[in-house]
């Protein structure tokens, strides 16, 4: 792999071989965490799990740590070509996702395919594995490398314009880089949630999408659609060649899925009732009644889905702190409607305003201002904390995302790349002031010592508006993706405070200079009042600037009104360890859309029961 170097963070420079890596490396992840975290995957890894204590006479051995890397499909999913002519469907089918590459690579087709399916058919699962084949040819040749964007939270805007600000929010890729590589077609890109949009946003994002590919005829892309979907709003998907439809499973299939999991009886309720027969034929919903079914009766789909719901709820308890079932479906039940409309995946440091009701903003506002009021009010003035935090509190830090996740992904390589850049504002800054003071403190004897502290202001105040100016634009980063819990959140703040201790002993550097041009002591420079109000004010800066004040604001309010617990990341580790989340990296998002849809349709059937009040 190629090694970073300074100029590798200088600003609108092209995309380097060390970029590319490390956005192969960032996908790569990506893909793993969503395929082990997939409920059909630790469903049979469970299965071989319990084959390996077995076999080795109670004791797990190694395996089991792998287990889900490593554990083989007891379904493999089949496709028919689907001809987006009409009149002229093709019969072929195909046997397996590896084909689905092979078709999507061939001539003809040309890298541009719909996967066409139903809710639960295995579409995004084929996209994930599409995706991971590409990757790897990525690694060796100089193929686009394949990105996963959720269309989601797609609100209108080109295509281009709309992916280049999702690489930078998934992956940290620089603008420069996405455009450079979206223009060279150097990016294949994976789209799912186009069936979220509502019906009036598919047809316009799917002329969009046309519109994209017609731009640049060596441009690849795969799109994650339900037929039902394309066929009722009778969207052409011009610019694509063709597509796959995910088939149904069959009898078989389902039987050789539960026997595979030694779940005799699963297949023997399967194959008895009509109702489950046709439900059991989507892969998804297979995988659910495998975790309930004990022989129950189940009416519909959505009976199904209720049911797989209940039982995962109300089985087991938190390892440190308990979460009563009706705990654990109102926190849920919070979370699948704060996802409506926004990016499947989420991220406890996204959570902004828009979170709270509009009855909590004007106190999440009032809030805000106390907290920085107090911090420096304290140490300096009351009525200067009290200004402070009336102008902060109205400052929406939330509208300039790029400016927190540069601060969250700042490094000591970005950071000095960023001193270098706000370093020539600064001096020019400095030039000004500092002729001023000393112009002044010449009538009075002092020019040396006016020219030096008027420098050092302009270039304190010059380095702190050119970093926040490149904050703002973007900082020019390493490519990656967040691997933990808030992890934006413990940066930024950790970031900032470096940058303020730096701060601090350039300070100490300009009072010494000070003191050996002047003669005088430090304490007859400076006040000490004032440099103790502006540690505070200092502190409080920090502190706000990283949207750590914010971000607390918003989880208390939202854990004072029951919305989630104050251990959002606990409770969020808790619901995947029950299968209804999936961990992806930093980030969580229901086992599948239809499980969050389930939740959004209000209380469940059975929330009265004594068992759920525990």
Known sequence: MATPSLLDLTPLRPPSAYDRALLITAVNQQIAWQQQTALHVLQQAKAKRRTTVAVGSGRQSTAQATAVKSVPSLVTLQYQIWSLQMGKQATQKLSSPSEVVKLFQRDGMDGRLLILGEPGSGKTQTLLTLASDLLKKSRTSTAPVPVLLDLSSWRGEPISSWAVAKLWELYRVPDNCARAWLINAQLTLMLDGFDNLEVSQQRTCAAEIDAFLRGNVDQTLALCCQRQVMERSGIPFDQFNGGVHLMPLGAQQVKDYATGLDQADLWKGIKASKVLQPLARSPFLLNCLAEFFEGQPVANQGDLLQRFITHQITIGGAPKKPFSPRDRHRYLTWLANHLEKRDRTFYIESLDSSALLDSQRWLYRLLVGLILGLLTGVFVHPMFGLAVGLMASQVDLEAYPKYKLSIASLSWGSGLS?????????????????????????????????????????????????????????????????????????????????????????????????????????????????????????????????????????????????????????????????????????????????????????????????????
């Open 418 to 614: 960023l001193l270098l850049r706000a370093f020539i504002p600064g001096l020019l800054l400095a030039l000004v002031l500092g002729g001023l003071a000393g112009l002044v403190g010449g009538r009075f004897g002092q020019g040396g010592t006016g020219f030096t502290l008027g420098g050092l202001i302009g270039l304190g105040l010059g380095l702190i508006f050119g970093c926040l100016f490149e904050l703002r634009s973007g900082l020019q980063s390493s490519i990656q993706v967040r691997r933990r819990p808030n992890q934006d959140i413990f940066n930024a703040v950790r970031n900032l405070f470096i940058v303020l201790a730096l701060l601090g002993v350039l300070v100490q550097v300009g009072l010494t200079l000070l003191n050996l041009s002047s003669g005088l002591a430090v304490r007859d420079l400076v006040n000490t009042d004032l440099l103790q109000g502006l540690l505070a004010t200092g502190l409080a800066f920090g502190l706000w600037a990283s949207y750590s004040i914010q971000h607390f604001v918003i989880r208390a309010l939202l854990s004072a009104s029951g919305s989630t617990p104050w251990n959002y990341a606990h409770f969020l580790n808790f619901a995947a360890s029950q299968r209804l989340l999936q961990k992806v990296g930093g980030g969580y998002r229901f086992v599948h859309e239809q499980v969050r849809e389930q939740f959004t349709k209000g209380e469940m059937r059975g929330m009265g029961n004594p068992e759920m009040q525990r």
